[in-house]
């Protein structure tokens, strides 16, 4: 009986899971504002391939142009926490349903902070380049968002 070769192993054995990798930038990134961590997680560039409702929708950004994002984006709620409720891995996607809360301490659009707590579900699909982040695919309830303030005025 012939063994098959290390190679033949190796190519045939998974991928290491992403998960943890997704699970601590929602961590570090979204939920504790960690611009530094941008280098770590974000590949060269990153591609915002369908996400209505945020001003960068369709772009593709370098590092600095995401971690700009990241700063705009927290502006408005900057207490506000990622969690993740399921995630669904394949290939070099990573489907991750999670909900957010924060607190509306920063102006929005026509709506001045009101201090008052808010929050939505959503679901995104992140794509890897390697072990960094290189685009996503995201619905979101943004008009939740909008409907709690809108009722708290």
Avoid at 51 to 63: E, I, K, M, S, V
Avoid at 81 to 96: K, L, N, S, Y
Avoid at 119 to 127: A, K, N, Q, V
Wanted: proline share 7%; hydrophobic share 40%; net charge negative.
């Amino acid at each position: 009986m012939t063994r098959p070769s290390a190679n033949a192993v190796a190519a045939a054995a998974p991928e290491m899971s992403r998960k943890p990798i997704l699970s601590e930038f929602l961590r570090r990134v979204w939920s504790d504002g960690d611009v530094s961590a941008v280098d770590e997680f974000i590949a060269d560039s990153y591609t915002i391939h369908n996400d209505p409702g945020d001003p960068w929708n369709g772009q593709t950004l370098t590092r600095d142009g995401f971690a700009n994002r990241l700063v705009k984006s927290r502006a408005a709620a900057p207490d506000q926490t990622f969690t993740p409720v399921m995630m669904i891995e394949e290939g070099r996607r990573i489907a991750v349903a999670w909900d957010w809360t924060g607190t509306h301490l920063g102006d929005l659009p026509d709506i001045p902070a009101t201090g008052k707590p808010i929050s939505m579900t959503g679901l995104t699909i992140y794509e890897f380049d390697g072990d960094r982040l290189c685009g996503h695919w995201q619905v979101a309830d943004r008009l939740g968002i909008y409907q709690q303030l809108m009722a708290q005025t």
